[in-house]
T-cell receptor, first 115, second 113 residues
């Protein structure tokens, strides 16, 4: 298996622009997670989906952030408009989704820089 | 609320020395416990996990961890570190009946030659 795939790996954009991050989970996994990692705040869970349905979006910073999972093999995290404080590494992770099995597999991350 | 504490932000050890990274959790029931490692510029990789049974679990790369219920701890150990072990290490707790993990703040490990 190719593991969790994220694109792009690096993104540099200017303040005010729309940014879309993409994730392909491991085939057969039913849960998908978006995290943000910064030096100041560490690893934060933004949102997670189970069977393509958003379950917990309490970590989404504000309305500028939105996430979708139109099918079991694809998810997007969109920031519109982007701000310099959004600069971070964004990770996608997936898991089997069995209620007794929480092991998550992480993608390589997208490093976002907002100028 | 559930929480995970890694008391040591940064640890430096010499190559060949033993290592112990501390992790304490706060959770009312028996948790599922994980250690992940993140090398520079990489995603997180699972080192080992504890669900139930034997409280001493073995992982990849020669790491092990011991679950101590009485101390609410899940410390990570390695008898002899290698320069390639330099990375950031995250402890996490999984909640029964829920999918999400709660991560600690991480411990950055530096290896002296």
């Amino acid at each position: 298996d190719a593991g969790v795939i994220q694109s792009p790996r690096h993104e540099v954009t200017e303040m005010g622009q729309e940014v879309t991050l993409r994730c392909k989970p491991i085939s057969g996994h039913n849960s998908l997670f978006w995290y943000r990692q910064t030096m100041m705040r560490g690893l934060e869970l933004l949102i997670y989906f189970n069977n393509n349905v958003p379950i917990d979006d309490s970590g989404m910073p504000e309305d500028r952030f939105s996430a979708k999972m139109p099918n079991a093999s694809f998810s997007t995290l969109k920031i519109q408009p982007s701000e310099p404080r959004d600069s971070a590494v964004y990770f996608c992770a997936s898991s089997l989704g069995d209620r007794n099995y929480n092991e998550q597999f992480f993608g390589p991350g997208t490093r976002l820089t907002v100028l | 609320a559930q929480s995970v504490t890694q008391p040591d932000i940064h640890i430096t050890v010499s190559e060949g020395a033993s290592l112990e990274l501390r992790c304490n959790y706060s959770y009312g029931a028996t948790p599922y416990l994980f250690w992940y490692v993140q090398s520079p510029g990489q995603g997180l990789q699972l080192l080992l996990k504890y669900f139930s049974g034997d409280t001493l679990v073995q992982g990849i790369k020669g790491f092990e961890a011991e679950f101590k219920r009485s101390q609410s701890s899940f410390n990570l150990r390695k008898p002899s570190v290698h320069w390639s072990d330099a990375a950031e290490y995250f402890c996490a707790v999984g909640l029964q009946g829920a999918q999400k993990l709660v991560f600690g703040q991480g411990t950055r490990l530096t290896i002296n030659p």
